[in-house]
């Protein structure tokens, strides 16, 4: 019986250190030393927050650049082994074809293809980030739509870019917020 109340108190006593002493103090070092990444890393404009600065999220306003596509039951169909994968593939190529490429074709520009990131989605669909690439892809479209000049807005995808091992990629939240400072 000696040993059971032992044990009884043993798992007590960790279970107040591992479970509400060590979290407390990980969380009021993080909120003193790390406040912004701690709590989400949220943007904010004239007071109002607008979103996370890691988190994707949808722009449905034309004059916006657009983020990959989002995940629509989970991801398993969205593999190239489910069954469903190239009708969702075609669906999106037909979208893209239909509003990006066919602004750049009435301005005169050619590119390769789609960039691959504007048809498939990321492992968590929460993807903040677009390639350099599709951001640029989209400026004619964005241009039309938000009588900016393309020139404006590659300045603003040029101070939107990050690198990250030799890749660039352009955070949507912030090129967004790049161009809502254009638009006024």
């Known amino acids: 019986m000696k040993i059971f109340m032992n044990s009884i108190k043993v798992t ?17 070092v993080a909120q003193v030393l790390f406040n912004n990444k701690a709590n989400g890393s949220i943007i904010e404009r004239n007071g109002e927050k607008i979103g996370s600065l890691y988190l994707g999220q949808e722009y449905t306003k034309d004059y916006y650049f657009k983020g990959r596509p989002k995940s629509d039951e989970g991801g398993a ?15 999106r ?16 520009k050619k590119f390769d293809g789609i960039p691959r990131d504007m048809v498939t989605t990321s492992a968590s669909s929460n993807d903040p980030n ?12 964005i241009s039309e739509k938000s009588k900016i000049s393309e020139d404006k807005l590659i300045k603003a995808i040029e101070n939107s870019t990050e690198n990250n091992v030799g890749k660039a990629y352009v955070n949507l939240i912030k090129l967004n ?6 638009i006024k």
Not at 13 to 19: K, V
Not at 93 to 108: E, H, Q, R, S
């Open 130 to 141: 677009i390639s350099k690439e599709a951001a640029l892809y989209q400026v004619s479209y």
């Open 77 to 91: 169909k969205e593999t190239p082994s489910g069954k469903d994968f190239k009708e969702t593939l075609k669906k």
């Open 93 to 108: 190529v037909d979208l893209i074809n239909n509003t990006y490429a066919t602004a750049n074709i009435k301005k005169g």
């Open 12 to 28: 007590i006593i960790f279970l107040i250190l591992c479970g509400v002493i060590y979290p407390l103090i990980g969380t009021g």
């Open 177 to 182: 917020m790049e161009v809502d400072k254009l």
